[in-house]
């Protein structure tokens, strides 16, 4: 039994064999890290990288990959203030997709401890929040401000009949109206 090996096209006898397929690739090239293919942003910068440019190295949770530029090559951040995030409060929004497969984006807000921190989650329906990079973070407030902190709230509720501020399961006809729970609508 062989396996096709995805870097070269040809078929292997052995997992070993097509790790070592991609290793000598990159050597042979003077590399010791895995070449980007697609467009994506820096986990580092927050900035693009086009396609065929940076690196991409797999995530500390195993699944998905982080694009990043090669060492060197982020460009340099100018000494500005940080963005205020503080408009978006902690909660479920959803907000317009930048894939084409999808029609929305779901993310999870958590406020920090110092005024104006967020940290951001993607929510996932039956997996919960999951971590992502930076600038994908940076991207999601973005676009939550730009379409509108409550109009992505109230997408996120009518979307998963769940409270947008708590997301716990809206169970009544008067939360479902208010997309909110009774505790949260009460706050």
């Not at 890290?33 to 994506?40: D, I, M, T, V």
């Not at 958590?110 to 929510?123: L, N, S, T």
Request: net charge positive; hydrophobic share 25%; glycine share 12%.
């Amino acid at each position: 039994m062989s396996i096709r090996c995805g870097n070269c096209g040809k078929r292997h006898e052995s997992a070993l064999l097509v790790r070592n397929c991609y290793a000598l690739e990159a050597s042979e090239r003077g590399e010791d890290y895995r070449p980007n293919k697609f467009a994506g942003t820096c986990c580092l910068c927050g900035n693009p990288v086009g396609e065929g440019e940076g690196r991409i190295d797999r995530r500390d949770s195993g699944t998905g990959w982080n694009v990043s530029h090669l060492s060197g090559e982020c460009p340099e951040r100018k000494a500005t203030e940080r963005e205020d995030f503080s408009v978006v409060t902690q909660g479920y929004y959803a907000t317009e997709s930048t894939r084409k497969d999808q029609d929305y984006d779901f993310w999870y807000v958590k406020e920090g401890r110092k005024p104006g921190y967020r940290f951001v989650k993607r929510y996932l329906g039956g997996q919960g929040p999951i971590r992502i990079s930076q600038g994908e973070a940076i991207k999601a407030l973005r676009s939550i401000l730009a379409e509108g902190v409550e109009k992505c709230g109230i997408r996120f509720a009518d979307e998963h009949c769940r409270c947008w501020k708590c997301g716990l399961p809206l169970t009544d006809e008067v939360s479902r109206e208010r997309r909110q729970g009774p505790v949260c609508w009460a706050k």
